[in-house]
């Protein structure tokens, strides 16, 4: 009684085989991000100083630091969630709260899908026909930051969407039976239930937008402006770009700017991450059911 | 707190249903599908003022679909058609310009307890803030008043902010009863209402209920066919989406019935 058949003993076996199989695929997923960060924080970390944080580049590039860039990089992020999240969340309630499920309907959510999946440069080719040309915005901050936000939409839409789904929908239907409109359930129940998963998606979108070259190198930014950016329809430096343009166009760059640069531009989308994921422990904290 | 409503027939000092006034719903030719899969046909009924009236069947008679068309729920679900007449009050359903207007007059208590994602004192005050009652005094007083009419104001009046899901299963269901209250309803459906609730739970509520039936009109879809004895002034049976039958609930429990078959669900001979 109770001893281990030979089936049971092969069942452990393979369980055990499974598992180290896991660990050890999770492993190797960990040691590229622990390679990239250590070699940065190495190679970068001796630039890092205020001098670094707060200053212009000076002497083609080659010293001084990366102030306008950062203004500019939150500049863009600014603007592009400014257009991006109404947008976005207002697609993702019609989509999922009062959309009937038709053709058109399952058209339009392909169509999503599909905008997720377009390369960013070709996002840049449509930027600057359509912002800095078309609407004549020029290459600025404006042209730039729409360009993203018609790149990161797709991520505000589905993460909205996913969490509104979230939520039961026997709330709604209690709702409903009790005369509440659909708008009135949205922003009694629903909403407060969903905000959670929609800031993490928000703050998702920051993190990609602020790393992005791609779709700002030809609608805003520009490789070196002393002066920093008054206005939407200035030009501006940026992170990324500023990255790409002294490690590959700028001659004579000293190594440990650029991996300071990188330092920055990879702690700004980690500390995003970080701020997502603390969003989502509280909230998740909160919630009600 | 029985008090007569005007033209109610009255036995024993307890208002009785109306069934000398017009009926307060009159179901024509009803027919109820899902994208084409019959649910409910070819159901003629009347439910009269103060009237207990009891649905029972096995499950997929029907007996939800029907409530959902009384509500016009239909409007949420692109998949259900509504085929036939309901009136309310004399007027078509599909007559009323509003229908939220329609719906927040109609209690509706499901099978399992939907406590809102609220506080326990938010979700009796749902349905009054969305009649545009804002003073706190008043809303503290329909709460109040709900809750105990609902057998449950001496266990929670205590903790009021703290949340309605973190009620028990029986407490979570006298909740919802105590938010269909707060809608003032003319009509209360209660969709099996029991299965997620404790025997004692159970016996509360039916009195509640008992009461309740002076000042609006009980439909009551049950599963347990001991508890329409208990309640129903009259009883229909619904199977397989088709009403069967519909008498005096006393008639039916004792075999006076014109189709064997209410008997044989009633017996537990199926279902």
């Known amino acids: ?249 700028a001659t004579d760059v000293p190594e440990q700017l650029t991996f300071g640069v990188a330092l920055v531009l990879i702690a700004i989308v980690l500390a995003m991450n970080a701020v997502s994921i603390g969003f989502r422990v509280y909230l998740r904290g909160l919630k009600k059911w | 707190m029985v008090e007569v409503t005007p033209g109610t027939a009255v036995a024993n000092g307890v208002p009785g249903p109306a069934y000398d006034e017009p009926p307060i719903i009159e179901v024509r030719d009803l027919n109820i599908a899902y994208g084409g899969k019959t649910a409910l046909q070819g159901v003629d009924l009347d439910i009269y003022r103060h009237e207990i009236f009891g649905i029972i069947g096995p499950a997929n008679s029907g007996k939800t679909s029907f409530l959902r068309a009384l509500n016009r729920m239909d409007a949420f679900n692109t998949a259900m058609e509504v085929r036939g007449s309901i009136r309310l009050n004399g007027k078509n359903i599909n007559d009323w310009r509003n229908e939220y207007a329609l719906r927040s007059r109609i209690g509706v208590v499901f099978p399992l307890p939907v406590g809102l994602p609220l506080t326990v004192y938010e979700n009796v005050a749902f349905s009054p803030r969305l009649r545009g009652i804002r003073k706190k005094a008043e809303l503290d007083e329909v709460v109040e008043r709900c809750l105990a009419r609902a057998a449950l104001w001496d266990e929670v009046k205590d903790r009021l902010d703290s949340l309605g899901s973190l009620l028990s299963g029986g407490q979570q269901q006298r909740l919802t009863i105590a938010r269909a209250l707060s809608q003032e309803p003319e009509l209360l459906f209660l969709d099996e209402f029991s299965i997620a609730v404790d025997p004692v739970t159970t016996m509360r509520i039916e009195d509640v209920l008992k009461e309740l039936r002076s000042e609006m009109t009980i439909v009551l879809v049950t599963n347990l066919v001991q508890q329409a004895r208990r309640l129903a002034d009259r009883t229909a049976f619904f199977l397989m989406g088709e009403l069967v039958e519909i008498g005096d609930t006393e008639d039916l429990f004792e075999g006076k019935v014109t189709d064997q078959r209410t008997t044989g669900y009633i017996e537990g001979r199926y279902g």
């Open chain 1, 1 to 249: 009684m109770f001893a281990a058949t030979a089936l049971n003993r092969r069942s452990y076996r393979n369980q055990n085989v499974a598992r180290a199989v896991f660990f050890l695929m999770t492993v190797a997923l960990v040691i590229p991000v622990l390679i990239i960060v250590g070699t940065l924080v190495v190679r970068g970390g001796p630039a890092l100083s205020w001098e670094f944080l707060f200053t212009a580049p000076r002497d083609n590039m080659t010293a001084g630091g990366i102030l306008p860039a950062l203004v500019g990089t939150i500049w863009l992020v600014v603007v592009a969630l400014l257009a991006s999240v109404p947008v976005g969340v207002a697609a993702a309630l019609y989509l999922s709260e009062y959309a009937p499920d038709n053709l058109l309907t399952r058209t339009i959510n392909l169509a999503i899908i599909n905008l997720a999946g377009v390369p960013s440069i070709v996002h840049a080719l449509f930027g600057v026909g359509a912002f800095v040309y078309f609407f004549r915005f020029g290459a600025s901050i404006l042209a730039a930051s729409l360009t993203l936000a018609v790149m990161t939409l797709p991520v505000v839409i589905v993460a909205t969407r996913e969490s509104l789904q979230a939520v039961p929908q026997a709330f709604r239907e209690a709702c409903w039976n009790m005369g509440a409109t659909r708008w009135q359930t949205i922003r009694k129940v629903v909403l407060p239930n969903s905000i959670s998963g929609i800031l993490t998606g928000v703050i998702l979108e920051v993190s990609r937008t602020a790393g992005e070259t791609a779709p700002i190198m030809f609608t805003g930014a520009t490789a070196f402006v002393a002066f920093l950016p008054e206005s939407v329809f200035d030009q501006t430096m940026a992170m990324s770009y500023h990255l790409y343009y002294i490690a590959t166009q």
